[in-house]
């Protein structure tokens, strides 16, 4: 089954439109960046350009002979895997400043690191999203559901990705078991999330990065200190803080810092630290029970709804910031979500019946999401 992913309206806007600035889709490896290419490749009659493969990158030379030859086959280039060609920075500033060519390139967004100055000088010359892994807005859009089962769908919906997550080769193929599907995320743990970085970035030790992650996974809607981590790994602090700047860079791991406001009362230098992807985050504990037999069964709905929303908040270009609220005496709230206009929301997020906690020290909405009405809440929360 072909799933329409959110940014495809997105790229088919771009593509219709005026604008040759070139249009990044950013995203971890195996999101369906790739089949969105091969989808739009298809569609125009283009080939696409594989960045991970040399003789394509060869291709792509900053010399006007042969980026014509280029422009006078395929008036829309595609690119994937864009970050492991620095370079390309040039190339794309020449395709779109000499040729006027529309590019679509996928990647990483550490192109932005990786090419560093020469990535700056591309400012306002481009346009970015995100595929991430199905967000529960893409899956309702391309499943069939009669009203009287909606509740049903959205609970089961709820379980499923909450122990397997959404990466799409996970959760779109119908006839895999379960035993498949753990099989399938220690791949793409091992292969793509875990060596693939490890390859880029040119790490040393592919072991302390899985306990890294592993230690984290543990501690799902607790404040993760990095000296604490160091010491129980014997590791570097500057090294363990450098691998979870990289597991963040790289939508492996999302970032929810602490709110501070002039209010005494607030306190807490640590970040929460949530996973894109609860498969993933379960391969690393090896656990894939049902979420009810489970002690972490709080952490894992928190996490699931951080994801989503944060997902809601990429898809969409929302211009909210997220954090979380602590005082000094331990009360806490789950989720501020700040927009521009320095406007709150505080959303308390429980798998059964709760209320917000009122604590929060500026004028603020109230919302609490739990297991049956996360849907509705996360859609309106984000609008």
């Known amino acids: 089954m072909l799933y329409k992913r959110s940014i495809y309206t997105q790229v088919e806007d771009y593509l219709k439109g005026d604008s040759n600035k070139t249009f990044f889709i950013w995203g971890p490896r195996r999101s369906g960046k790739t089949t969105l290419l091969?989808?739009?490749?298809?569609?125009?009659?283009?080939?696409?350009?594989?960045?991970?493969?040399?003789?394509?990158?060869?291709?792509?030379v900053p010399r006007r002979d042969a980026l014509e030859k280029l422009v006078a086959t395929h008036k829309v280039i595609l690119i994937d895997e864009v970050q492991t060609y620095p370079a390309a920075t040039v190339v794309l500033k020449m395709l779109q400043g000499k040729f006027k060519v529309k590019v679509i390139a996928t990647g990483s967004s550490e192109l932005r690191q990786k090419a560093n100055e020469e990535f700056d000088t591309m400012a306002g010359r481009f346009h970015e999203n995100y595929c991430l892994p199905l967000s529960v807005g893409e899956i309702e859009q391309n499943t069939s559901i009669v009203p009287y089962e909606q509740a049903q769908f959205f609970q089961s919906l709820l379980e499923r990705l909450q122990i397997f997550g959404s990466y799409p080769e996970v959760y779109i193929p119908e006839n895999i078991s379960e035993e498949n599907r753990i099989e399938l995320l220690g791949k793409i743990l091992d292969t793509y999330v875990l060596k693939d970085v490890i390859n880029i970035y040119n790490l040393k030790n592919?072991?302390?990065?899985?306990?890294?992650?592993?230690?984290?996974?543990?501690?799902?809607?607790?404040?993760?200190?990095?000296?604490?981590?160091?010491?129980?790994?014997?590791?570097?602090?500057?090294?363990?803080?450098?691998?979870i700047e990289i597991?963040?860079?790289n939508y492996i791991l999302i970032p929810l810092p602490s709110f501070k406001t002039n209010a005494r009362k607030a306190v807490s230098e640590n970040r929460k630290l949530y996973f894109y992807d609860l498969g993933i985050r379960n391969a690393l504990v090896k656990d894939f029970r049902e979420t009810k037999l489970r002690p972490d069964q709080g952490g894992l709905f928190e996490n699931f709804i951080i994801l989503e929303i944060e997902k809601q908040r990429k898809n969409t270009g929302a211009k909210r910031s997220l954090y979380?609220?602590?005082?000094?005496?331990?009360?806490e709230v789950d989720l501020i979500i700040e927009d521009y206009y320095k406007k709150y929301i505080c959303v308390e997020i429980k798998t059964g019946e709760g209320k917000v906690k009122d604590i929060f020290p500026l004028p603020h909405q109230?919302?609490?999401?739990?297991?049956?009405?996360?849907?509705?809440?996360?859609?309106?929360?984000?609008?």
């Not at 283009?46 to 960045?51: K, L, Q, T």
């Not at 592919?206 to 799902?220: G, N, S, V």
């Not at 200190?225 to 014997?234: C, D, H, N, P, V």
């Not at 919302?367 to 984000?382: A, G, H, T």
């Open 366 to 383: 109230k919302n609490l999401i739990n297991s049956k009405n996360y849907f509705d809440k996360i859609n309106k929360i984000m609008a």
């Open 38 to 60: 091969e989808r739009f490749s298809k569609e125009l009659g283009v080939p696409f350009f594989d960045f991970d493969l040399e003789t394509d990158r060869e291709l792509f």
């Open 324 to 331: 979380f609220y602590r005082e000094y005496g331990g009360k």
């Open 206 to 243: 592919t072991k302390l990065a899985k306990d890294i992650l592993r230690k984290i996974a543990l501690q799902l809607g607790s404040e993760v200190s990095t000296r604490e981590i160091a010491e129980s790994l014997g590791a570097n602090k500057d090294t363990v803080s450098n691998y």
């Open 247 to 249: 597991f963040i860079k």
